[in-house]
């Protein structure tokens, strides 16, 4: 049958879209349809084929680490990061997730910070669903301010790990190691790398952005639901004229610095 003779732009339309192979007969046949609205239907679809291809692709890269780990007979590798180290205020969160072997759903799971708030907000109930096991810890300002920032994203590494209902027997973690007799690995820019810890990413950065929102509407004057706690222009400037808030984090030096001040002047 003479496809491009005989087929409207919408009828062609309808066919490209249950197209998911470049190579396919069809597709080269549609292609010699000269009209420009259908050049253009081609062109599209060839297009986010091979964004598809690429995303598989950085999918199963990013499933390497897993994969090598599975075969080795470690049925359940929990990756673990946090979100919250740098804030001037607000809790430091960390998640641990442990994904099943079968993470086709999980195309395009990436580092948090790359993610749109939308894609976030998608991932973050799909990994949920997906998941054999995911936990969620929170330390909070005066923990940080006792310990350490350091110290305390270790211990609430560790919690989400231990609270976790079925046992991982390896971890991987970003950039950190914790005190496990868990076997681990610490892996430079994890969240880009390992798909566990950049799906331990994406909850963390939803559950603390929703907890910073929140704070939002008991200091206002804070904007916290724009920048989460972080040192930006905005907040520095509202520490300068309101002070620090009971979530601020008292060791830091620009919260320690409006304290002492306001300390000085006797407010």
């Given at each position: 049958?003479?496809?491009?003779?005989?087929?409207?732009v919408?009828?062609?339309?309808?066919?490209?879209d249950?197209?998911?192979?470049?190579?396919?007969?069809?597709?080269?046949?549609?292609?010699?349809?000269e009209r420009k609205s259908?050049?253009?239907?081609?062109?599209?679809?060839?297009?986010?084929?091979d964004?598809?291809?690429?995303?598989?692709?950085?999918?199963?890269?990013?499933?390497?680490?897993e994969t090598?780990?599975?075969k080795n007979?470690?049925?359940?590798?929990a990756?673990?990061?946090?979100?919250g180290?740098?804030?001037l205020a607000?809790?430091?969160?960390?998640?641990?997730?442990i994904l099943?072997?079968d993470?086709?759903r999980?195309?395009?799971?990436?580092?948090?910070?790359?993610?749109?708030?939308?894609?976030r907000?998608?991932?973050?109930q799909l990994?949920?669903e997906?998941?054999?096991?995911?936990?969620?810890t929170?330390i909070?300002?005066?923990?940080i301010?006792?310990?350490?920032?350091?110290?305390?994203?270790?211990?609430?590494?560790l919690?989400?790990?231990?609270?976790?209902?079925?046992e991982?027997?390896?971890?991987?973690?970003?950039?950190?190691?914790i005190?496990?007799a868990i076997?681990?690995?610490?892996l430079?820019?994890?969240?880009?790398?390992?798909?566990?810890?950049?799906?331990?990413?994406?909850?963390?950065k939803?559950?603390?952005?929703?907890?910073?929102?929140?704070?939002?509407?008991?200091?206002p004057?804070?904007?916290f639901?724009?920048?989460?706690?972080?040192?930006?222009?905005?907040?520095?400037?509202?520490?300068?004229?309101?002070?620090?808030?009971?979530?601020?984090?008292q060791?830091?030096?620009?919260?320690?610095?409006?304290?002492q001040a306001?300390?000085?002047?006797?407010q």
């Open positions: 049958m003479d496809l491009e003779n005989k087929l409207t919408a009828q062609i339309k309808e066919i490209v249950l197209i998911s192979d470049e190579n396919d007969p069809v597709l080269h046949k549609l292609a010699k349809d259908v050049q253009r239907l081609i062109q599209n679809k060839v297009k986010l084929i964004k598809a291809k690429q995303a598989e692709i950085e999918h199963l890269k990013r499933l390497t680490f090598t780990l599975w007979g470690y049925e359940f590798i990756g673990i990061d946090e979100v180290r740098g804030p607000g809790p430091v969160v960390t998640a641990a997730v099943p072997r993470c086709s999980l195309v395009g799971v990436n580092d948090s910070k790359q993610l749109s708030l939308e894609k907000k998608v991932f973050d990994i949920k997906v998941a054999l096991e995911y936990s969620i929170v909070d300002s005066n923990e301010d006792r310990l350490n920032i350091y110290e305390a994203t270790r211990l609430s590494m919690k989400s790990v231990e609270q976790l209902k079925l991982p027997n390896y971890l991987l973690l970003d950039a950190m190691r005190d496990s076997p681990q690995e610490s430079v820019k994890g969240d880009q790398r390992s798909l566990s810890i950049a799906a331990a990413s994406i909850i963390a939803v559950y603390r952005d929703e907890m910073m929102i929140a704070y939002s509407e008991m200091f004057e804070f904007g639901e724009k920048h989460m706690g972080y040192g930006t222009k905005q907040h520095l400037n509202a520490l300068a004229s309101y002070g620090y808030t009971p979530i601020h984090r060791s830091f030096s620009p919260v320690a610095n409006t304290r306001y300390e000085s002047s006797g």
